[in-house]
């Protein structure tokens, strides 16, 4: 009886490592996070949307041409884009007036580079999404201070994707993950444009001690064009005529190798106007003391 029992033990055991069988074919799971998912970047041709105007169109070419070298590129119109959009073939570099949930226009224009895709499928390699946007300019009577940065957003936008392929902090946290901190090397001094500043911002004596240096637009802008060395210069990206619940963005971006330094945004109020506010003036004269 003892043997018997040893024996049914002993087949039920082997009853139960053996493999279920399955009727059709079992679908394994795949989770890929953002950073596979950007890894074909290099290898897939970038089409960029000429739709930003006659003359930012013209400069977008004459940078991309002079600056482009992480993948191959090639110019479309707007009406290709909304036919290849959804292929997983190419990503896309656009430029496109954008609004936040409440304003009724769009304030700004950004530079939006996209993974092509479709919006919904069952099979998420297939979904296309936005990989990084940077704020260009207003979307209505821009300052023309866009054509200066231009170039140091397609830089930017460059270096942004090869850490993005390989980091997925920088992938999925965007411009305020890949920020650099720079703000920190009291060897670089930073150049404000006046105009750069809110309207609630005292200028403050002290900020020469940490290297910060309060100029005309224009002088500042001069000194971007030129790649001044060691030199960092801001840069405000805001709709002209704000409405309630618009959003700023600020940036420093160094002149001689179009890193960018500081990216920050807040909603425009009342107590929180356009411009650089007393609060960021903190933390860039901390960072730089330190």
């Known amino acids: 009886m003892k043997k018997i029992f040893t024996l049914i033990t002993l087949a039920l055991a082997a009853f ?17 996070t953002r950073k596979v ?13 000429l739709c930003g105007g006659e003359m930012f169109d013209d400069a977008l070419q004459e940078e991309m041409a002079r600056r482009w070298l992480v993948s191959p590129y090639e110019f479309c119109t707007l009406d290709e884009y909304e036919r290849l959009k959804g292929s ?37 390699e297939k979904v296309g999404f936005d990989v990084i946007t940077i704020p260009c300019a207003a979307a209505e009577s821009p300052s ?7 170039p ?5 936008i460059q270096r942004f994707m090869n850490e993005a392929m390989t980091s997925d902090r920088v992938s999925y946290g965007g411009l305020s993950a890949y ?34 240096v309060v100029m005309d637009e224009d002088d500042a802008d001069e000194l971007f064009n030129e790649g001044a060395e060691n030199t960092m210069v801001s840069y405000v990206v805001a709709p002209t005529n704000p409405k309630k619940g618009a959003v700023c963005y600020k940036m420093i971006v160094s002149a001689d190798t179009h890193e960018l330094c500081y990216f920050e945004k807040h909603t425009i109020k009342g107590n ?14 901390l960072q730089r003391k330190k």
């Open 37 to 49: 998912k950007l890894s074909d970047f290099t290898t897939k041709t970038t089409k960029v949307v």
């Open 179 to 212: 920020s650099r901190k720079l703000l920190r090397d009291t060897g670089q001094h930073i150049v404000f444009s006046e105009d750069d500043f809110a309207e609630n911002l005292k200028q403050d004596p002290s900020w020469k001690d940490c290297g910060m």
């Open 88 to 124: 997983p073939d190419y990503y896309f570099l656009i430029p496109a007036s954008t609004r936040t949930k409440k304003e009724v226009e769009p304030g700004i224009v950004t530079l939006t580079l996209l993974k092509g895709g479709a919006e919904k499928d069952e099979d998420p």
């Open 272 to 285: 929180a106007p356009a411009g650089f506010l007393p609060f960021d003036m903190k933390i860039i004269s």
């Open 16 to 32: 139960l490592i053996l493999p279920a069988p399955v009727s059709g074919q079992a679908k394994q799971a795949k989770i890929q």
């Open 144 to 150: 023309g201070r866009e054509f200066v940065f231009l």
């Open 152 to 156: 140091a957003f397609i830089d930017i």
